[in-house]
């Protein structure tokens, strides 16, 4: 998305915060060079090739920007927010990347325009296989707190309280 928008001056970084489903392979992290290694290890697993910066220990970004696992946030160049998801969906990045295109083409053709809040509830495709592919390569650990976690939902407990469990 970032090289097919690349003239019209879209960037794209990426912000390790912690590891979302720890386990003895790739643990909490302890240290931030422990941190740091497992964000190369990312890097080259995934494949990802935009700029990843490194959130400190303490979890800093990753709090002021929401706390969620796999977010999206989308800032033009006055870094105000133009879009948020609390869920990184590539069909809707795409989607909210036209739309606020289509904005800067009506302003430039003249028309006067107002700006309002929107919300869409989303719908992603998740791969079953690939997610847990990666709980396993985090280490079983991973594999049984999300097991657990499941359960505790399925009982209709909250989320907050299920990582509250889990962590400690």
């Known amino acids: ?7 019209r001056g879209v960037q794209s970084v990426f912000i390790y915060v912690r590891e979302a489903h720890p386990g003895e392979h790739y643990p909490a992290h302890s240290s931030f060079e422990q941190k740091m290694q497992h964000a190369r290890d990312f890097r080259e697993r995934v494949g ?14 990753h709090r002021a920007f929401g ?4 977010m999206t946030y989308m800032l033009n160049a006055a870094h105000t927010v133009l879009f948020r998801a609390n869920w990184t969906d590539p069909v809707t990045i795409q989607f909210a990347l036209d739309y606020h295109f289509g904005v800067q083409d009506r302003r430039r053709s ?4 107002n700006p309002f809040y929107a919300e869409l509830h989303g719908f992603r495709w998740v791969d079953d296989n690939a997610f847990f592919d990666g709980l396993e390569l985090a280490g079983q650990q991973s594999v049984d707190d999300f097991h657990r976690a499941r359960e505790m939902w399925s009982r209709g407990e909250h989320l907050g309280t299920i ?6």
């Open 1 to 7: 998305m970032v090289e097919e928008n690349a003239e």
């Open 48 to 61: 990802v090739t935009r700029p990843i910066l490194v959130d400190d220990l303490a979890g800093t970004t």
């Open 67 to 70: 706390t969620l696992p796999n």
């Open 110 to 113: 003249g028309l006067r325009q």
């Open 163 to 168: 990582w509250n469990k889990l962590l400690s």
